[in-house]
């Protein structure tokens, strides 16, 4: 599975961005979808997950009631859309595929693909 995020940028806080990642090589829909980030000198953290069938969806709590996580198993791509962002929101976003798991809450070490990421800088 090849994933690609895009949609990063620079935008003041408060602002909005939507991130998308398209997945290329396999089945879509038999992939959990998540989101995570990592900014400078900090370890890779949870942000926003879906289900590969798509009926639940888990968030981190720092971005809870601020970002959407959604899937278009037609189009191949996740989406994270996120909302008034924060100074403390700018990182790195890389999404990530696991097959079938059993549950949600996978962790990332048990995630098998990951994209490279897309750049997201949010300007006090």
């Known amino acids: 599975v090849q994933l690609v995020e895009s949609g990063g940028g620079l935008v003041q806080t408060g602002g909005s961005l939507r991130l998308s990642c398209v997945a290329s090589?396999?089945?879509?829909?038999?992939?959990?979808m998540g989101w995570f980030r990592q900014a400078p000198g900090k370890e890779r953290e949870f942000v926003a997950a879906?289900?590969?069938?798509?009926?639940?969806?888990s968030y981190a709590d720092s971005v809870k009631g601020r970002f959407t996580i959604s899937r278009d198993n037609a189009k191949n791509t996740v989406y994270l859309q996120m909302n008034s962002l924060k100074p403390e929101d700018t990182a790195r976003y890389y999404c990530?595929?696991?097959?079938?798991?059993?549950?949600?809450?996978?962790?990332?070490?048990?995630?098998?693909?990951w994209g490279q990421g897309t750049q997201v800088t949010v300007s006090s």
């Open positions: 879906v289900s590969w069938g798509g009926g639940s969806t």
């Open positions: 090589g396999r089945t879509f829909s038999d992939y959990t």
């Open positions: 990530a595929s696991r097959f079938r798991p059993y549950t949600i809450a996978v962790p990332a070490t048990q995630y098998d693909y």
